[in-house]
């Protein structure tokens, strides 16, 4: 039985008790059912047990050294499952205090499957929302890498401080507008529309798209804009029509 098959009452009780008995084997060094939460096949049982991880970790961080030792035990796992929860649980904890958990996104950033770098991209958007200063130096080593995917992965993961603070993370994709892969770019144009549509973000995005060199790419930009303020108009500050009316009155400084 799934998760979200339980009643509303038993699912509360199943977390609670999943939490427990993480902390329980967090401190024996013992994982047995641990391993089982992090490695089942239900997407809620794994994300009730990351998330029970940062709340164990707040509520008493002097089991902070426990838990890393946790995490690096089994992060040499085959199963992928248990490698991405420990990074969604390193997510958790990053939110307050990137600096314990960072060399663990040096490596899950190269994991073999696509997973655990789907992980990443996940706890990078959470913890640059709450914590960005250090994520986003972090981000910053890797935005030139050599690996096309960990350049992606990096534009795609520092989105969410973008939706509410575009101006933290534009300076960094514009080092991203003449890069030499296509799949790269595209994320970079979906990034751009994705910090475009909430209130006070057009106008910013506006203002420092004026200083990109790379036209082609910044028309494909406020393509999708404009596109996004249609496909999330129930979320978006300016109606599409609206959105429009205001790029037409730079278009010519942008283009």
């Not at 935005?143 to 969410?160: A, M």
């Not at 973008?162 to 030499?180: H, S």
């Not at 475009?196 to 028309?219: A, D, F, Q, R």
Request: net charge positive; hydrophobic share 35%; aromatic share 10%.
């Amino acid at each position: 039985m799934g998760f979200y098959d339980l009643p509303k009452d038993e699912r509360s009780l199943l977390v609670k008790k999943i939490q427990a008995d993480l902390e329980k084997e967090i401190i024996s060094g013992k994982l047995n059912t641990t391993i089982s939460y992090f490695s089942d096949e239900d997407t809620y049982i794994r994300k009730a047990a990351y998330e029970g991880i940062g709340k164990i970790y707040l509520s008493d961080k002097s089991l902070l050294p426990k838990i890393y030792a946790t995490f690096n035990s089994l992060f040499t796992s085959d199963n992928f499952r248990i490698r991405q929860t420990v990074l969604n649980a390193a997510g958790e904890i990053g939110k307050t205090n990137f600096e314990a958990v960072e060399k663990l996104f040096d490596t899950g950033l190269f994991d073999e499957h696509h997973a655990p770098r789907n992980a990443v991209i996940g706890a990078v958007k959470k913890m640059g929302e709450k914590n960005p200063i250090p994520v986003l130096q972090w981000a910053n080593k890797y935005l030139h890498h050599p690996d096309k995917e960990v350049r992606r992965e990096i534009c795609h993961g520092i989105e969410l401080r973008g939706r509410k603070f575009p101006q933290d993370i534009l300076p960094m994709l514009k080092e991203l507008e003449f890069d030499k892969t296509a799949r790269v770019r595209n994320t970079l144009v979906h990034v751009l529309g994705q910090i475009s549509y909430k209130k006070g973000c057009l106008p910013i995005v506006i203002e420092h798209l004026k200083t990109w060199k790379n036209k082609e790419l910044v028309s494909k930009a406020l393509e999708d804009i404009i596109d996004v303020h249609d496909r999330y108009k129930n979320f978006s500050v300016l109606s599409q029509k609206q959105a429009i009316a205001y790029i037409s009155l730079h278009e010519k400084e942008l283009m």
